[in-house]
């Protein structure tokens, strides 16, 4: 789950998970894929690295 409100546009997230994550030209999130098992360490990552919490993976984001 993205939060676009809280982005500041770090990019952090996008370096993590470079195939999850699509910034813009100003380093926001524009868009976020679900995570495939193999991607879910790096969404992980990516969740933890964000320093303005803009970036949470749920359960019901994960694959079974």
């Keep these: 789950i993205i939060n676009p409100i809280s982005c500041r546009g770090v990019g952090l997230c ?3 998970a470079e195939r999850l ?3 813009d030209r100003w380093g ?3 868009s976020a894929e679900p995570p495939a ?4 360490r790096r ?4 969740e933890r690295a964000c ?9 019901d984001d994960l694959p079974s």
Excluded at 43 to 46: F, K
């Design 43 to 46: 969404a992980r990552a990516a």
């Design 28 to 30: 926001t999130i524009v």
């Design 51 to 59: 320093p303005h919490r803009a970036v949470r993976v749920e359960q």
């Design 21 to 23: 994550i699509r910034l």
């Design 37 to 40: 098992p193999a991607d879910e």
């Design 14 to 16: 996008a370096h993590l």
